[in-house]
């Protein structure tokens, strides 16, 4: 929970709740097919930090009713309710576009006071997600934390001034587009930086001549066509590995083995090699490895990577292959060569099998292979070490100027919410002045939350997938036959969340909750099914 002694003292505070109207989106059933629609809805996918994502927007039934409820307007503001814990409140803002859609109950919808601006409620929003306000206040199942709707709207929220806070939204708005230009920049340069290395291979070792045909002649290359078959020593053919590499030796006699997950984009991750027993080593010994051998994966990465000294003697397994390079061709050109794109294009037209695409050794022994003068060679692949190396770095620096900017855009939002430049910019105007501005914005929110609450509450029609509720004193844990109970008169799955309300437990409950859901699950007294990435049903077995 935050202290609001860190916002400024002459501001005023209220719950989350008074701020404005915090409510969960409609429940996603198989009951959820009569009304109009489908209609479009916003579910924890869609929506990022300050930004939502429309390219892939589910759709289900909303009744007329509902579609009152859950209607969003331009200025409301989602926030992530389930999501893992360290982005959990996750919160942007709906902007209007498209113009009609929906939202699910995995997310909350904080629809701001008059006297609050949508956009300062979501940078306070972005401050506590920041900084671990909500997830703080989460409950966490099994891999998702919950923020919790009551937990969330108990939270307490900073009142400005209506001018403070257009001013700090200005501030906050200019920074934010300053910092957003710099990393959109550094995902440029990233992206090109990674595009230039296998298009300069192509330009230096192929130019703009196509693959030619191993054994004809091109007037136009230095050299001449042969197949990956004819440039390997000849006691070394080109194979694959351990077909069974059996279970991971331990102690200092096991030989370490390469597998495909082990192949980066021109190098060997040799901190998470697994190794094998010297017998079945041994019986594989036409697969032992030697320094300046290329490695080729050939089960969905093609990844290329040469043998460095430290692994000489080691093993591959079945989905990489091996290729030795006979002693007129260079490792290293030969490597740039295979990691060429329109190498890459050549092995993936060769492709087969869907569900684990892989080749077959003689797609990696007919690839036709540019054979120069061992001299030009060494020469070229010098060249394109040196420029790949450079790219190497600046892709490095940039992501690391990326990362730089993500700690200032957090450590901004804070600033401007309340912290140093929402101080400075509220000190602009006389203290007392402040205070007035602010109790007065204060006492229309508190008329309007106190108007709400005398107000009467529409009656409406319980779901025919929802368990009628009583008026009871809430629980302070769930017990297996109440929760057996509660199932049997529900006409349908039902949520956790529909579930537990239904309880009438307290939120201190959570913990014994699912350990009772765990239980009953394992005896086979209900079933919890994941229809889709995003909802839970529970059900009670007949």
């Not at 719950?15 to 916003?42: C, D, F, K, M």
């Not at 989460?138 to 403070?164: C, D, S, V, Y």
């Not at 191993?214 to 990956?228: F, I, M, N, V």
């Not at 070394?236 to 069974?244: L, S």
């Amino acid at each position: 929970m935050i202290d609001v002694s860190v916002y400024p003292s002459s501001w005023e505070s209220c719950s989350v709740g008074e701020a404005g109207e915090a409510i969960v989106g409609q429940q996603r059933t198989p009951e959820a097919t009569h009304g109009n629609g489908p209609l479009p809805y916003l579910r924890v996918a869609n929506v990022h930090d300050d930004a939502l994502d429309l390219n892939d927007l589910a759709s289900m039934r909303f009744t007329e009713v509902a579609k009152e409820r859950y209607r969003l307007r331009d200025g409301d503001i989602l926030l992530c309710e389930g999501q893992s814990r360290e982005l959990v409140g996750r919160a942007a803002l709906y902007r209007g576009e498209p113009e009609e859609i929906y939202f699910q109950n995995t997310v909350i919808r904080f629809r701001a006071h008059d006297e609050i601006l949508p956009e300062f409620a979501l940078l306070v929003f972005r401050a506590y997600q920041y900084s671990g306000i909500f997830s703080g206040i989460a409950k966490a199942t099994t891999n998702i934390a919950h923020l919790g709707l009551t937990r969330f709207k108990e939270l307490p929220f900073p009142i400005p001034p209506r001018a403070t806070q257009e001013e700090i939204v200005d501030t906050a708005r200019s920074v934010q587009s300053s910092i957003d230009a710099s990393l959109s920049g550094l995902a440029s340069l990233i992206s090109t930086a990674m595009r230039m290395p296998s298009e300069m291979r192509d330009l230096v070792l192929l130019g703009d001549r196509a693959i030619g045909e191993p054994q004809s002649e091109d007037p136009t290359l230095p050299g001449k066509w042969l197949t990956a078959a004819d440039i390997v020593r000849s006691d070394a053919p080109i194979v694959y590995g351990i077909t069974q590499p059996g279970p991971e030796v331990t102690d200092e006699g096991g030989i370490p083995y390469i597998r495909g997950q082990d192949l980066r984009d021109g190098y060997i991750a040799t901190n998470a090699l697994r190794h094998t027993s010297p017998a079945i080593a041994e019986k594989n010994a036409r697969a032992q490895l030697a320094t300046g051998d290329v490695l080729l994966g050939i089960i969905r990465s093609l990844r290329v990577a040469i043998v460095p000294e430290e692994l000489d003697g080691a093993h591959i397994t079945q989905g990489t292959a091996r290729i030795r390079p006979g002693e007129e061709i260079d490792s290293s050109y030969l490597a740039h060569w295979m990691r060429s794109d329109a190498v890459q294009a050549w092995f993936r037209s060769r492709l087969r099998g869907i569900n684990m695409p892989r080749l077959n050794l003689r797609d990696v022994q007919i690839l036709p292979v540019p054979v120069r003068e061992i001299t030009e060679q060494v020469r070229l692949a010098r060249i394109l070490d040196v420029a790949t190396e450079g790219l190497e770095q600046v892709i490095a620096d940039a992501n690391a100027s990326a990362k730089r900017l993500r700690v200032l855009e957090r450590d901004a939002v804070e600033s401007c919410a309340y912290g140093a430049v929402a101080w400075t910019i509220t000190n602009r105007i006389e203290p007392n002045r402040q205070r007035e501005l602010a109790q007065l914005a204060m006492s229309r929110i508190k008329a309007a939350s106190t108007m709400e609450d005398k107000s009467p509450k529409p009656r409406t029609r319980n779901p025919s997938n929802s368990v009628p509720r009583k008026k009871t004193t809430q629980q302070s844990g769930a017990e297996q036959n109440q929760v057996l109970a509660v199932l049997s008169q529900a006409s349908g799955p039902v949520t956790p969340e529909d579930l537990y309300r239904n309880l009438e437990l307290e939120d201190s409950a959570i913990d014994s909750f699912f350990v009772v859901l765990r239980k009953l699950s394992q005896e086979g007294r209900i079933s919890i099914s994941r229809p889709n990435d995003s909802d839970v049903h529970i059900e009670r077995i007949r």
